[in-house]
């Protein structure tokens, strides 16, 4: 009677040992009892294996009828113009997907094309990154390089940048070492300056040397959790050698350098003395590693970016496609938000060719295409939804004029 009394009142977990008391359920076994605590993290410890198990089956090769002109055509449907870009990059990324697939059969070693864009702010150069993402079948991240400063300072450490693609990976370092990491900003980690100077350059050429070995393919131990907010985590060591990296930014300025430079050497004579003329509105075409270099990149770090490609600045006719045309285009994104209140959102072609015409007063590219529709639709989302009995709004040239002379945005074209 004492023992079946004991073993009643006495019921502990047999895997965290928790008294009966202390746990809200204690399940019986034949042999054994366990509560609820345990239950849900040996739930969590099957999802985690099942998931990574997941992840290793999944196929991450390119199909062999997919072509460079495939991956294009994806990127066409949401990244208007742009047409230098997407080539490049279509082929990098499938050339990569070859890499990955390649058999040691001889000496021959294909090296990775690691990837620089280069563009005005607004032309699509982080939406060509997010575009090709959808597509892609390895792991993919997109970090800033605004945050990164030497190792021992203030800031996050170049290593952290592989922690995003960990995270996407869910942990697993063999995908993670087949992925492709976009750095955003590459452009403001730029020499501050030419001379030497007694203080150092922490968040500039500092950084761009920390990142050397990264970019060429090197072993690096890599905070799974990031920055320094988690000091006692341990490192997990990833070989960059087979991850692809793309970088992108504004380079704002380089244009100057680039016209400095066409201006001061002698242009040559084709076959038909000819002279080569040098379109002047257009002169990131132009561009080469040397105009980088002056920009304030140093010449190692160019050397592992060697496919160099850049983004046209956005005209009127492509901001108005960009309006309408793309499948997140921003113009169906309105006539989605009104639909949901029952509302038709018409919006005539005169206020779709204004609103054009403001985005390149304002110089703000495509995402002066946002603020230009929110200061011309924001009256319209705050009033009508009240209004039960309006089923139909129609937006013209007027309409739009008015509420934009209204807006703060107006005072854009002064600056």
């Known amino acids: 009677m004492d023992f079946n009394k004991r073993n009643k009142y006495n019921l502990r977990c047999s895997f965290c040992g928790r008294d009966k008391t202390e746990a809200l359920i204690l399940v019986a076994g034949i042999d054994a009892h366990i509560c609820e605590v345990c239950v849900e993290q040996a739930q969590d410890i099957i999802d985690d294996e099942l998931g990574k198990k997941q992840l290793q089956e999944e196929d991450f090769s390119l199909p062999d009828a997919l072509t460079p002109r495939d991956i294009k055509r994806h990127l066409d449907q949401y990244v208007i113009g742009q047409n230098e870009a997407k080539k490049y990059l279509s082929v990098a990324v499938h050339n990569h997907y070859k890499r990955l697939k390649q058999e040691e059969e001889d000496d021959i070693e294909i090296e990775k094309s690691n990837v620089l864009l280069v563009g005005r702010t607004g032309t699509g150069k982080t939406l060509l990154a997010k575009s090709i993402a959808k597509f892609l079948k390895v792991p993919f991240a997109i970090v800033d390089a605004t945050v990164f ?6 800031g996050e450490d170049v290593e952290s940048i592989l922690s995003r693609l960990l995270q996407v990976s869910e942990y697993n370092v063999e995908l993670a070492e087949r992925g492709i990491v976009y750095i955003d900003e590459i452009d403001k ?6 001379n030497p100077s007694i203080t150092r350059d922490v968040s500039g050429e500092g950084v761009q040397q920390a990142m050397l070995k990264m970019l060429e ?4 131990h890599v905070p799974p959790q990031g920055g320094r907010k988690h000091p006692e985590q341990k490192l997990v060591k990833v070989n960059t050698s087979n991850i692809l990296f793309i970088c992108g930014g504004a380079f704002d300025g380089v244009e100057k350098i680039i016209a400095r430079r066409v201006n001061t050497h002698v242009i040559g004579f084709k076959g038909t003395d000819e002279k080569e003329e040098i379109d002047r509105e257009h002169l990131l075409q132009y561009i080469t590693q040397k105009d980088i270099k002056s920009f304030g990149l140093i010449p190692e770090l160019i050397g592992r970016l060697p496919v160099l490609t850049y983004l046209e600045p956005l005209d009127q006719e492509a901001l108005r496609r960009i309006l309408t045309e793309p499948k997140n285009a921003l113009l169906k994104q309105y006539k989605k938000l009104f639909k949901l209140e029952g509302i038709k959102l018409q919006i005539t072609d005169d206020a779709i060719e204004y609103i054009a015409e403001k985005a390149i007063e304002f110089n703000l590219g495509a995402r002066g295409l946002r603020s230009i529709c929110e200061a011309v639709m924001t009256d319209a989302m ?6 039960k009995n309006v089923k139909e709004f129609i937006v013209d ?3 739009a004029e008015t509420k934009l002379s209204k807006s703060k945005l107006t005072k854009l074209k002064a600056a």
């Open 397 to 399: 040239r007027d309409y």
């Open 217 to 220: 393919g090197t072993e690096v």
């Open 189 to 194: 980690i730029a020499r501050k300056q030419d």
């Open 382 to 387: 705050f009033e009508l939804p009240s209004k």
């Open 149 to 154: 400063t030497e190792a021992g300072y203030v």
